[in-house]
């Protein structure tokens, strides 16, 4: 019976003190107090200083220093966890990753001919208040995994290694910034004396020893992390594609100048030539030494700058794309993977279109879509919350009526990715007695839901990629 003035806790507060997890756990943790106060132990100490502590003691071992210059001229010792070490150390604590461990390996044994593919992704964090976030305390977040453990234990976060957690604003202070620290951390990871290319990182699954070797398949930043991490300009640079070969700034006059060039309106795919890893690897080389000869009084600055706005890329022979013995197993444009979320969802060409299409639809306003997205339309259950307050992006507080701007859909990328669907089931009662009116626009409209489909589909493995 529980002691009088104490209530009983309910499943649901009980959660609110552990955090969330499954039942089954929450009944192994207060299985285990009960053991714990039934030798006579004292239950762990709850005080976070102490877990922190403990923590700290736990990873001692696992830690790297790294020496980096500063942009100053002095130097500082970079921390984070040896990639491989955290790897084996956490297979060999967590029996059920060991298990996906050993049943990936069944399937494909990661041999030194025929290696696993790694996927490293990055990308910054604000810890804390969603609604106040405070930009000093943006990190850095860096995690990876192997393809070959399966969609099912990628998609759980706990099966992500974490070695890298970088206060964003000290890595500006460092001479090369995050390229830099990218091209030392995969040094360490891939060609360390326990590298996944050269000797392979030992596991221990259930006793037996596993060599793992791995090969860098897919590195997957977002499009800030492509430009720091690629020393890249960035679109707004002449060259606003990375991928394309032949494509430059609108109204430079340089396409018109140059035979096979398009500028980034262009939107007929056949006419784009993709730019192949070697001559991204040329240009990165010409500028290396471009800024060597500048530096050394051989080269005007003019010159110089030239050389960076023509090729598109940052002089930065510390970076990560500018290091020859890595690229030998860090292909850099081979293993870029941009991710579509940001490139076709919010503020990307799915935003864009939507906007073009409510501008172009005279016969209706915003005030329709929202009414529209409070009727009677029901969602799966995952989607449930989200799905119920979708109106809110048509809703005046977002839309405010003075302002001068032209329309926008203000709405975050899971908000768009349900809101897609329902637009285009709008659109199709809308004009359904109507099939000749604003049929361009619809064309238009339905092909850019058809991109999001189809990349839908390969994400949930029901489309041949
Ligand atoms: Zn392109």
Same mark, same amino acid.
């Given at each position: 019976?529980?002691?009088? !003035?104490?209530?009983?806790?309910?499943?649901?507060?009980?959660?609110?003190?552990?955090?969330?997890?499954?039942?089954?756990?929450?009944?192994?943790?207060?299985?285990?107090?009960?053991?714990?106060?039934?030798?006579?132990?004292?239950?762990?100490?709850?005080?976070?200083?102490?877990?922190?502590?403990?923590?700290? +003691?736990?990873?001692?071992?696992?830690?790297?220093?790294?020496?980096?210059?500063?942009?100053?001229? !002095?130097?500082?010792?970079?921390?984070?966890?040896?990639?491989?070490?955290?790897?084996?150390?956490?297979?060999?604590?967590?029996?059920?990753?060991?298990?996906?461990?050993?049943?990936?390996?069944? +399937?494909?044994?990661? *041999?030194?001919?025929?290696?696993?593919?790694?996927?490293?992704?990055?990308?910054?964090?604000?810890?804390?208040?969603?609604?106040?976030?405070?930009?000093?305390?943006?990190?850095?977040?860096?995690?990876?995994?192997?393809?070959?453990?399966?969609?099912?234990?990628?998609?759980?976060?706990?099966?992500?290694?974490?070695?890298?957690?970088?206060?964003?604003?000290?890595?500006?202070?460092?001479? !090369?910034?995050?390229?830099?620290?990218?091209?030392?951390?995969?040094?360490?990871?891939?060609?360390?004396?326990?590298?996944?290319?050269?000797?392979?990182?030992?596991?221990?699954?259930?006793?037996?020893?596993?060599?793992?070797?791995?090969?860098?398949?897919?590195?997957?930043?977002?499009?800030? =992390?492509?430009?720091?991490?690629?020393?890249?300009?960035?679109?707004?640079?002449?060259?606003?594609?990375?991928?394309?070969?032949?494509?430059?700034?609108?109204? *430079?006059?340089?396409?018109?100048?140059?035979?096979?060039?398009?500028?980034?309106?262009?939107?007929?795919?056949?006419?784009?030539?993709?730019?192949?890893?070697?001559?991204?690897?040329?240009?990165?080389?010409?500028?290396?030494?471009?800024?060597?000869?500048?530096?050394?009084?051989?080269?005007?600055?003019?010159?110089?700058?030239?050389?960076?706005?023509?090729? =598109?890329?940052?002089?930065?022979?510390? =970076?990560?794309?500018?290091?020859?013995?890595?690229?030998?197993?860090?292909?850099?444009?081979?293993?870029?993977?941009?991710?579509?979320?940001?490139?076709?969802?919010?503020?990307?060409?799915?935003?864009?279109?939507?906007?073009?299409?409510?501008?172009?639809?005279?016969?209706?306003?915003?005030?329709?879509?929202?009414?529209?997205?409070?009727?009677?339309?029901?969602?799966?259950?995952?989607?449930?919350?989200?799905?119920?307050?979708?109106?809110?992006?048509?809703?005046?507080?977002?839309?405010?009526?003075?302002?001068?701007?032209?329309?926008?859909?203000? =709405?975050?990328?899971? +908000?768009?990715?349900?809101?897609?669907?329902?637009?285009?089931?709008?659109?199709?009662?809308?004009?359904?007695?109507?099939?000749?009116?604003?049929?361009?626009?619809?064309?238009?409209?339905?092909?850019?839901?058809?991109?999001?489909?189809?990349?839908?589909?390969?994400?949930?493995?029901?489309?041949?990629?």
């Amino acid at each position: 019976m529980s002691p009088k !003035g104490h209530k009983r806790l309910r499943p649901q507060e009980f959660q609110c003190l552990v955090g969330r997890c499954s039942d089954v756990a929450l009944a192994r943790i207060i299985k285990e107090c009960a053991r714990v106060l039934e030798r006579g132990d004292p239950l762990p100490h709850p005080a976070r200083t102490k877990i922190a502590d403990d923590l700290r +003691e736990e990873v001692q071992d696992l830690l790297a220093k790294v020496p980096m210059q500063l942009n100053d001229g !002095g130097d500082t010792a970079w921390s984070f966890l040896e990639p491989n070490r955290l790897l084996a150390h956490v297979v060999e604590s967590c029996p059920p990753l060991a298990q996906a461990y050993g049943r990936a390996t069944n +399937e494909h044994m990661p *041999t030194r001919q025929k290696p696993w593919d790694l996927m490293i992704c990055y990308d910054e964090f604000v810890p804390g208040d969603k609604l106040k976030s405070y930009a000093a305390r943006k990190c850095m977040v860096l995690a990876y995994n192997f393809k070959q453990l399966g969609e099912e234990v990628l998609c759980k976060d706990h099966s992500w290694m974490i070695p890298i957690v970088q206060r964003s604003t000290s890595i500006h202070d460092i001479l !090369g910034g995050w390229s830099h620290m990218l091209a030392k951390y995969l040094h360490i990871q891939l060609l360390g004396a326990q590298g996944l290319a050269t000797a392979g990182v030992m596991l221990l699954i259930n006793g037996a020893p596993l060599l793992v070797y791995a090969n860098v398949q897919s590195i997957l930043p977002d499009y800030d =992390g492509v430009r720091i991490g690629w020393d890249w300009k960035g679109a707004s640079g002449l060259r606003p594609c990375l991928r394309c070969a032949n494509v430059f700034k609108k109204h *430079t006059d340089l396409a018109a100048r140059l035979d096979n060039c398009e500028e980034i309106t262009c939107t007929d795919k056949a006419l784009l030539m993709e730019r192949t890893n070697t001559e991204f690897e040329e240009d990165v080389d010409l500028v290396t030494e471009a800024g060597v000869a500048y530096m050394a009084g051989e080269m005007t600055l003019e010159r110089f700058t030239d050389i960076q706005r023509s090729t =598109g890329q940052n002089f930065n022979p510390l =970076g990560f794309v500018a290091d020859k013995t890595l690229r030998v197993h860090v292909p850099p444009l081979d293993v870029l993977n941009q991710d579509w979320v940001h490139g076709i969802l919010s503020d990307g060409i799915m935003g864009q279109e939507m906007c073009c299409f409510i501008e172009a639809d005279l016969g209706v306003s915003m005030a329709d879509y929202e009414t529209f997205m409070k009727s009677d339309l029901r969602f799966p259950k995952h989607y449930y919350t989200k799905g119920a307050r979708l109106w809110r992006v048509f809703d005046e507080h977002r839309n405010k009526p003075d302002n001068e701007e032209p329309t926008k859909i203000k =709405g975050d990328a899971s +908000e768009l990715m349900g809101l897609y669907a329902l637009m285009r089931h709008f659109v199709e009662l809308r004009f359904k007695d109507q099939p000749h009116e604003l049929d361009v626009e619809r064309a238009s409209f339905n092909a850019c839901c058809d991109v999001v489909d189809v990349i839908l589909q390969m994400k949930n493995c029901l489309f041949g990629s």
